[in-house]
């Protein structure tokens, strides 16, 4: 997993709330056997309609997602995750998110960035009246900042999901952090045990 410590960029305002999962990736799409290509499917069916946000040329290129309330809601699909990954998404910012989602986007190294209502009805106002604005996300210090506008916010993250993304430690990763401990754990297991060599 790719390390996550400041992500800049400009973000699509996705002025929605109770976004569930089956609407970011249709359940069509779960019956893919490769692990690529989920982009197409992000929105798909919200996207045949050409006013759609994601369809509109001044938000192309966007690193950052800005959606409504309980963004992320509905059933466990990790698709949704790679989905906006491979949209070229590095962050979704919402004021509550469904919590089988951010379990997920978090152990793929998409950040999920927590902010008031207040701050979120804010940040798309100023996206939509300004496409170019710059947001800045700061995982260390757990900031979220747009200067032109003067916004400046702290969000909530957990420790253990900082240093996971500070890092780019999925679970395998965060497991072979403890290969010394392992390898020496094994090597006092009784012979009569099974053991992972």
């Not at 800049?8 to 976004?19: K, Q």
């Not at 969000?155 to 401990?181: C, K, M, W």
Request: charged share 20%; proline share 6%.
């Amino acid at each position: 997993m790719k390390a996550v410590q400041i992500i800049s960029g400009t973000a699509v305002p996705l002025d929605r709330s109770d976004v569930d999962t089956d609407q970011i990736i249709p359940s069509d799409w779960l019956k893919r056997v490769e692990r690529t290509g989920f982009e197409k499917g992000l929105f798909s069916e919200w996207r045949d309609d050409p006013a759609f946000v994601m369809n509109q040329e001044q938000y192309q290129g966007a690193s950052i997602l800005v959606a409504g309330p309980n963004f992320g809601t509905g059933s466990s699909r990790e698709h949704a995750v790679w989905a906006i990954q491979q949209a070229g998404f590095e962050a979704v910012v919402s004021p509550r998110f469904g919590p089988i989602f951010v379990n997920n986007a978090t152990n793929c190294g998409l950040l999920p960035v927590s902010v008031s209502a207040e701050v979120g009805e804010q940040l798309l106002r100023a996206i939509e009246a300004d496409p170019a604005l710059e947001l800045t996300i700061d995982v260390a210090r757990r900031t979220l900042e747009a200067p032109t506008i003067g916004l400046s916010v702290e969000f909530p993250l957990d420790e253990s999901v900082q240093h996971r993304l500070l890092n780019g430690l999925d679970d395998i990763g965060i497991t072979l952090t403890y290969a010394d401990d392992i390898t020496e754990f094994e090597g006092h297991r009784p012979a009569w045990m099974p053991a992972t060599a």
